[in-house]
């Protein structure tokens, strides 16, 4: 069993460069999320998807753009990296009704 | 505006005693009440939950009390393991067709052989 995978785990990117962390999961949730994890800070959301074809602003939203692909895959984008941007990043999906969260193992990214 | 709080960043324990680890709330609308156990360089897993509509739930070594009034919630571990060291993270969300999960800023707790 997969449920959620994430790629890349690692990267390091110079400030202004774009990339796309990419997260699918097999488990047939409707719902999923975007967190990221600084020292200090716990788990912030950043976007979530309620379904296909939906998405909204989490907590720390700025700077970051999100697409919900189709039921399974939610990708995450930085149109421009910023060193504060330097974080943890977690994909998550929902067991619906619980609210019992699914993660994956996490995109650790440096901006130079 | 902090809607979990874990106001403990850390917790040493000796092997086999009681671990206790605490959270408030600011939100009453709040359903469904978690704690999630995370090891370095992995994602949290989930650990227990409560409902809102119950103030105990037990699983093993691990029992969630929920104390509505107070908006506290604790997790009690018995009895403590070494293995049990990680960061643990409570969290809360609504209901509905999704749920938006706000977490706490975790407690990282250390069971000392």
């Known amino acids: 069993n997969a449920g959620v995978t994430q790629t890349p785990k690692f990267q390091v990117l110079k400030t202004g460069q774009s990339m796309t962390l990419q997260c699918a999961q097999d488990?047939?949730?409707?719902?999923m999320y975007w967190y990221r994890q600084d020292p200090g800070m716990g788990l912030r959301l950043i976007y979530y998807s309620a379904s296909e074809g939906t998405t909204d602003k989490g907590e720390v939203p700025n700077g970051y753009n999100v697409s919900r692909l189709n039921k399974r895959e939610f990708s995450l984008r930085l149109e421009s990296a910023a060193p504060s941007q330097t974080s943890v990043y977690f994909c998550?999906?929902?067991?619906?009704?619980?609210?019992?969260?699914?993660f994956g193992e996490g995109s650790r990214l440096t901006v130079l | 505006d902090q809607q979990v709080k874990q106001n403990s960043p850390s917790l040493s324990v000796q092997e086999g005693r009681i671990s206790i680890l605490n959270c408030d709330y600011t939100?009453?609308?709040?359903?469904?009440f978690l704690w999630y156990k995370k090891y370095p360089a992995e994602g949290p897993t989930f650990l227990i939950s409560?409902?809102?509509?119950?103030d105990k739930n037990e699983d093993g070594r691990f029992t969630v009390f929920l104390n509505k009034s107070a908006k506290h919630l604790s997790l009690h571990i018995v009895p403590s393991q070494p293995g049990d060291s990680a960061v643990y993270f409570c969290a809360a969300s609504g209901s509905g067709g999704y749920q938006k999960v706000t977490f706490g800023t975790g407690t990282k707790l250390q069971v000392i052989p």
């Open positions: 998550a999906s929902i067991r619906i009704g619980t609210g019992e969260l699914f």
């Open positions: 409560i409902s809102s509509i119950k």
């Open positions: 939100n009453s609308m709040f359903d469904y």
């Open positions: 488990m047939n949730h409707n719902s």
